[in-house]
């Protein structure tokens, strides 16, 4: 029967296999399972259903929607997958899984080769020393990267791609793989249920329609957790007119992250974020600036300050010391310079445009300055409208940067997320060796390694790309190369675990009840006041988020503080989300659209209350630019060279926080 918005349609599902999300991730494990599924039939005579679900559609759901100009992920033969995970541990000031690094460079230039097939262009120079763009891809003749030619590097690790419709390819093939009758678009999935018989085990998930009355209720197996990282927890730079725009798709909002943690997964790095310096108000891209067109960044004299205040590089060994230093500690020499008041930071890209012209001919020049222009239309065409609405020529005057508010993600240069199975063939430790190990929670495995590769500490919980935590860097390429890795897994865990049927700890009906709760809150006090968004007994989704914006930005590190905070500091953001948390429930729902923003809303508190409760615990400052706790403004190797990690329980609502140790399986030392 029908819904209607009051009385919503429930719809029950079995499957096998839920994938939950659209993106790299959803899309690399919709591409890989179907074999595996096949083969399971096959062999062990295993029948498995899998299914898709995502809150949008697929062919521009994620943070790759509007396409990208590079893929940031590509070892290529000049590199070793060893290689790879030194970099990302430098990255991220020591403190990430090379299990799971390592495991992802070896396997990741496979999806490359797959999106070439598929139809991407990826710029290179061919065998004959040509180079090929995606604007004079050969009809005929173009080689495939694995077959011969060689990549346009814009960086160590980055290959050029006319990539606006990167999305459109890779989401065609998870489709056509998938079949049209095993994926639901639109459909918000709001929480995970755990089993009757196993709380530490999933047993499905629930989450509703936002075109239609309708309450969706699955039951599975495994399923695959994988709905990007979390955008608009700070106040973003954007207000006013302006709302809406961040760097981070609005779309993704800590889904992942607390779905998980809800669930009872434990979580990891949840401190970590990123602070990106981007091209200000357009947020656009600024790699093809600093890499391919060896742009520098200025202050507002046009003093290069990655040389002017590299001295404060030596008070963060080795991470400062390295090659390329970490990402953070850049955003730390920019931000000297702003809170000096030696602002606004610049990219000249003037002197950039000029030198090329030294040594490339006019037509040459004019070419880059169109792939320049590309670059934004490629991936952040707002960027293009800032360029043109304020007469901006590159080539005649420098555009602003400004460091962006912080996002938290685990697949870009961030690493927080979710504790992951690993590989178990590098080498990871297999017991717990940190002398703390007793403070860990008994039920959570010691070693890195518990039996199905991208599997959360939960039972028949995997999670891929942004979800992975302790390990950044994979980007898009990476993030679709872990969901086909996690796709093997699941496989294996339901073949293994065949007899297993799921039972929800909840009833559905008080699954629809919680889920409709806002939309019930507005029509029993609608007509309580005359004017519709003003109400003593709700608060609207967009004041709710207002108020966790502003928490999160003047307490936990945000613009409005120059990311700095202290003990005290958190402590106020403690009490306070707390209150927000009891207030949340008063949200309310006017129509679908509402519905998505107070769950989206939801996701993000405990998102956000995460973020802080492992800021409060790390008492040292491991990613200075970032964030800093100015009473512990340090890097404190022998006491803070560990993961942070912690389990929240969704029935006392309340955080577990605790050390776990680190340790190298690559030598760092190289
Ligand atoms: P996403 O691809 O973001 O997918 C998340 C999916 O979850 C989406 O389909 C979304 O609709 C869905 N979803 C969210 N919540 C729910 C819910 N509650 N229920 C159901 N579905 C839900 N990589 C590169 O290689 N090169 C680049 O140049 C590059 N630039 C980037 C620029 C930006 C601004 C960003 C944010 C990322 C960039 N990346 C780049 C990284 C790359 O986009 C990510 O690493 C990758 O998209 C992560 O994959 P994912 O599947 O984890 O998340």
Excluded at 161 to 184: C, P, R
Excluded at 382 to 389: D, M, P, S, T
Excluded at 413 to 419: A, D, E, M, P
């Amino acid at each position: 029967m029908a819904g209607t918005f009051g009385n919503p349609e429930v719809v029950q599902e079995e499957v096998d296999i839920l994938l939950i999300g659209g993106g790299m991730a959803a899309c690399g494990a919709a591409y890989e399972i179907m074999p595996w599924i096949q083969a399971a039939k096959e062999e062990a005579g295993v029948d498995i259903k899998v299914k898709l679900v995502d809150k949008a559609a697929m062919d521009r759901s994620g943070a790759v929607a509007q396409g990208l100009s590079a893929i940031n992920t590509y070892i290529g033969s000049e590199q070793d997958p060893a290689d790879y995970a030194r970099m990302v541990s430098n990255d991220l000031m020591g403190i990430t899984r090379d299990d799971l690094a390592y495991d992802l460079g070896r396997n990741v230039d496979d999806s490359v080769h797959l999106f070439e097939e598929w139809g991407l262009p990826i710029w290179k120079t061919l065998d004959n020393g040509e180079r090929v763009d995606g604007a004079t891809w050969p009809k005929e003749g173009g080689k495939l990267l694995k077959d011969g030619g060689k990549p346009v590097r814009s960086g160590k690790w980055q290959i050029m791609i006319n990539g606006e419709s990167y999305k459109w390819i890779v989401a065609e093939a998870a489709k056509k793989a998938l079949g049209s009758d095993n994926i639901q678009e639109r459909v918000f999935i709001v929480k995970l249920v755990n089993d009757a018989n196993d709380k530490n085990r999933v047993a499905g998930a629930v989450g509703f329609s936002v075109r239609e009355d309708k309450v969706y209720v699955y039951k599975f197996k495994a399923c695959l957790l994988v709905a990007g990282g979390c955008v608009n927890i700070f106040r973003p730079r954007s207000v006013g007119e302006g709302q809406g725009r961040a760097w981070y798709p609005v779309w993704n909002a800590g889904s992942t992250y607390t779905m998980a943690a809800e669930a009872g997964a434990e979580l990891t790095m949840m401190e970590n974020r990123f602070v990106p310096a981007r091209f200000k108000d357009g947020y656009g891209p600024v790699g093809a600036w600093f890499l391919l067109f060896k742009a520098q960044a200025t202050n507002a004299y046009g003093e290069v300050y990655m040389q002017k205040n590299k001295e404060l590089l030596n008070d963060y060994p080795p991470y400062g010391q390295a090659a390329v230093p970490a990402s953070c500690l850049r955003n730390h020499l920019m931000l000297k310079e702003m809170k000096e008041g030696r602002g606004p930071i610049y990219m000249d890209t003037v002197t950039a445009l000029a030198k090329l012209r030294e040594t490339l001919s006019p037509r040459e020049v004019k070419h880059l300055e169109a792939e320049a222009w590309e670059d934004f239309l490629d991936m952040c065409v707002g960027q293009c409208g800032i360029w043109v609405g304020e007469n901006v020529e590159p080539e005649k005057k420098n555009s602003e940067l400004m460091p962006t508010e912080p996002y938290l993600l685990g697949s870009h240069s961030g690493c927080c997320g979710i504790w992951a199975s690993g590989p178990d063939d590098v080498g990871a430790p297999t017991t717990e060796e940190h002398p703390e190990k007793d403070k860990i929670p008994a039920h959570l495995p010691q070693g890195w390694n518990w039996g199905y590769r991208g599997m959360t500490t939960v039972k028949g919980l995997f999670t891929a790309g942004d979800g992975v935590g302790a390990s950044g860097h994979k980007f898009s390429s990476g993030s679709h190369t872990e969901g086909r890795l996690a796709a093997q897994s699941m496989v294996k865990f339901v073949i293994d675990n065949k007899d297993w049927k799921p039972e929800l700890d909840t009833s559905v009906d008080s699954l629809v009840e919680e889920i409709y709760r806002p939309v019930r809150t507005f029509m029993e006090h609608k007509d309580y006041t005359t004017a519709i968004d003003v109400n003593p007994h709700y608060i609207t989704p967009r004041m709710l988020q207002f108020r966790l914006q502003k928490i999160m930005d003047e307490y936990v590190a945000g613009v409005a503080t120059y990311y700095n905070t202290n003990g005290i500091m958190l402590g106020i953001a403690e009490e306070k989300l707390g209150m927000l948390k009891e207030d949340a429930l008063k949200m309310r729902a006017k129509d679908l659209h509402e519905l998505l923003r107070a769950w989206e809303n939801y996701h993000r508190i405990l998102t956000a209350e995460a973020h802080m409760k492992h800021i409060q615990f790390r008492e040292e400052s491991r990613y200075p630019g970032f964030y800093y706790r100015t009473d512990h403004n340090y890097v404190d190797e022998e006491n803070w060279h560990c993961f942070v990690n912690s389990v929240y329980d969704k029935n006392t609502k309340t955080w577990t926080v605790f050390k776990r140790a680190h340790k190298d399986l690559v030598d760092k030392s190289k």
